[in-house]
């Protein structure tokens, strides 16, 4: 039902930093979906949820980007974010976007992000 758009990756050294961000279309208020996060894909590699935002603004973040990565959303801008700090060669993947709800579920197209020197 959403379309989600996706920006902000590319390649970035070890230790930087980048910004995803995810435009949400066609939808109300992204603030009325309860399943809003960023989950990662390296090749060979299982689908990870890297960070989650509930409707109420709560936070989680997986193990690994703990104190490293922050999720927001600018409600007006129906946009969410994921900043990325401190980044790591093994942060390397294609990063999506996703909300839902209780009818369905939408992805964005994903995003490469290549940490390298």
């Known amino acids: 039902q959403a379309q989600l758009t996706e920006s902000g990756g590319g390649l970035v050294q070890p230790g930087g930093s980048l910004r995803l961000s995810c435009a949400a279309s066609?939808?109300?208020?992204?603030?009325?979906?309860?399943?809003s996060g960023w989950y990662r894909q390296a090749p060979g590699k299982q689908r990870e949820l890297v960070a989650s935002i509930s409707a109420g603004g709560s936070t989680d973040y997986a193990d690994s980007v703990k104190g490293r990565f922050a999720i927001s959303r600018d409600i007006a801008k129906n946009t969410m974010y994921l900043q990325m700090n401190t980044l790591k060669p093994e942060d390397t993947a294609v990063y999506y976007c996703?909300?839902?709800?209780?009818?369905?579920?939408?992805w964005g197209q994903g995003t490469q992000v290549t940490v390298s020197s």
């Open positions: 996703s909300i839902g709800n209780n009818v369905g579920v939408s």
């Open positions: 066609r939808i109300r208020s992204i603030s009325s979906f309860s399943n």
